[in-house]
């Protein structure tokens, strides 16, 4: 609620109270590291974001979320290596597929995009069905 009125500090005190209760909530440590992404705190976002992974290592979205923060903000190549990783753990995740595709595309590597495609497509088949 906080986020969303633009009261970013407001709302990290918030998340950061939550984890003096629950420090191993995993979506807590998601959260606050969208919110310090939001106040342009790459190297502590980054942080939580990884520590919500290592809490919740079975969730897609947190993998996905940090993957790309990675990606974008620090290292490329250990970015993709994230979303590579948990593409293997979760071979049928919409979210990893395009981010991965995205890439790839728009390094110029369209061959290597292709597969990604083409996997999402059979998703959407198979959802369609």
Do not use: C, M, W
Not at 39 to 65: G, H, K, N, W
Not at 83 to 109: I, V
């Amino acid at each position: 609620l906080k986020s969303r009125q633009g009261l970013e500090q407001e709302a990290e005190r918030a998340l950061r109270a939550g984890l003096t209760l629950l420090p191993q909530e995993a979506a807590l440590h998601h959260a606050l590291g969208l919110a310090l992404l939001r106040q342009r705190r790459a190297s502590e976002a980054l942080a939580e974001l990884r520590r919500a992974t290592e809490l919740a290592p079975d969730d897609p979205r947190y993998l996905y979320v940090y993957g790309v923060a990675v990606h974008d903000l620090q290292a490329p190549a250990k970015g993709l290596a994230i979303l590579e990783s948990a593409l293997g753990r979760f071979p049928n995740d919409p979210d990893l597929l395009t981010a991965l595709a995205a890439y790839a595309r728009d390094a110029g590597e369209g061959d290597k995009a292709a597969p990604y495609v083409r996997r999402l497509h059979a998703i959407e088949d198979i959802a369609a069905r």
